[in-house]
């Protein structure tokens, strides 16, 4: 069916398996793909999500020609997308949805006016990402505050929250920011520490700071300021 479309390429768009050489050799241009990595960096899955957990300044988004190996194949263009401490991943869908079929259309014109140059990856630093799954974004509160605050940003909308426990009930955090103490103290990460009550921010102990939480909620229940669940100090997340 693919070889009677007499088609000149194709164009995978979150395809989850590996596609075969026969298929690969159908088109004369390829099977191009969307992939939202710094490739050769940030192969494999959830790169987006990975790019923030980790630190990056900036996420890739690149089209490049499928061959058998994962994410391997020559780049045709590559784009970027600044993160910083405010960026969540929900930022990130935005740019990849609507830059991508501009990237495509791009590259289309480019291969029908015989101007696409194929660039080959570097196999000197591949750096692959792995899944994430729901339970990865459980929040360890003695850890720096940054890494929180990350992983609560890579794990926000449109995906299942990062979630901690109060009083063994589970409570999802969608929106949270940073704080640095400006005095000693003395206390287990997970405390409360203050709540805001015009805000609705409440103040979390870290191994180094302070997280300040602004949109939470329970299991799949309405979004809350904190301020709607935490009535105290004498209060504290657990791992």
Known sequence: ??????????ISANWVNIISKNILDTFPHGVLNAHAGD?????????????????????????????????????????????NENTYISDCYKFIESRTPQLFAK?????????????KQSTSNVHRCFPRIPEDSKIIWDQPMNRISRIIRA??????????YLDNKKIYIWR????????QWSGIPGQIVH???????????????????QEISHSEGPRLKPSNLFK????????
């Open 155 to 164: 794990s926000s909308d449109p995906f299942s929250g990062a979630f901690s």
């Open 1 to 10: 069916m693919l070889k009677n479309c007499n088609a000149q390429v194709a």
């Open 232 to 239: 105290s100090i004498r209060q504290r997340l657990i791992n």
């Open 176 to 183: 949270a920011t940073t704080c640095s103490l400006d005095h």
């Open 39 to 83: 490739l050769p960096n940030y192969r494999g899955n959830a790169c987006a999500n990975w790019a923030i957990i980790n630190g990056e300044k900036k996420m890739g988004l690149c089209i490049h020609q499928m061959n058998e190996d994962l994410d391997a194949g020559d780049i045709l263009v590559k784009d970027y997308f600044p993160l």
């Open 195 to 213: 709540i805001n009550k015009e805000t609705g921010d409440v103040s979390v102990l870290a191994a180094d700071g302070l997280v300040r939480l």
């Open 107 to 119: 590259v289309l014109t480019n291969l029908s006016n015989n101007k696409v140059i194929f660039h």
